[in-house]
């Protein structure tokens, strides 16, 4: 998958995934690492999966103090919003081959967002 940034116009809004391509092992728990930046004080951020040829799907949604996680993704995916670290890192449990995917993070209001791909090793 090649890199792909959509960039919002707002230069003081950003989010950043620092590791492009992740590969885990299936069975283990993974981290998606997402840092932003932005001036808001009570920021709302977003993780979405694209399966190859699919299309993005909505996730879950966290700002600070509490956030939601989408019905079909309940249970193995979480995120913990950080607003002393700005990171809102997504963790996945017991990792599936299912869940090999391009993983994005995203600041509302604006349409920053950036991506992760996470692709598996099926055993040790
Ligand atoms: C994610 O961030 C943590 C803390 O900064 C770091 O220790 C870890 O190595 C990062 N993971 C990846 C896959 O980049
Ligand atoms: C946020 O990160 C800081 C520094 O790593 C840590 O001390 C704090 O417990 C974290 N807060 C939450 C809510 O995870």
Redesign the pocket.
């Known amino acids: 998958v090649a890199p792909l940034n959509m960039c919002g116009c707002d230069s003081q809004d950003s989010v950043e995934q620092k590791t492009r391509v992740q590969t885990a092992f299936e069975g283990e728990p993974v981290t998606i690492n997402c840092t932003y930046s932005t001036t808001d004080s009570f920021p709302y951020l977003f993780w979405y999966q694209q399966e190859i040829k699919g299309y993005p799907r909505y996730m879950l949604k966290k700002f600070p103090g509490s956030g939601e996680v989408d019905k079909q993704f309940e249970g193995r995916f979480d995120a ?1 919003l ?1 607003t ?2 700005t990171s809102v890192p997504l963790m996945i449990k017991n990792l599936r081959v299912s869940d090999s995917a391009v993983y994005y993070c995203a600041l509302r209001p604006t349409v920053t967002e950036t991506h992760s791909t996470l692709t598996q090793k099926p055993c040790k």
């Open positions: 913990n950080n002393s670290t």
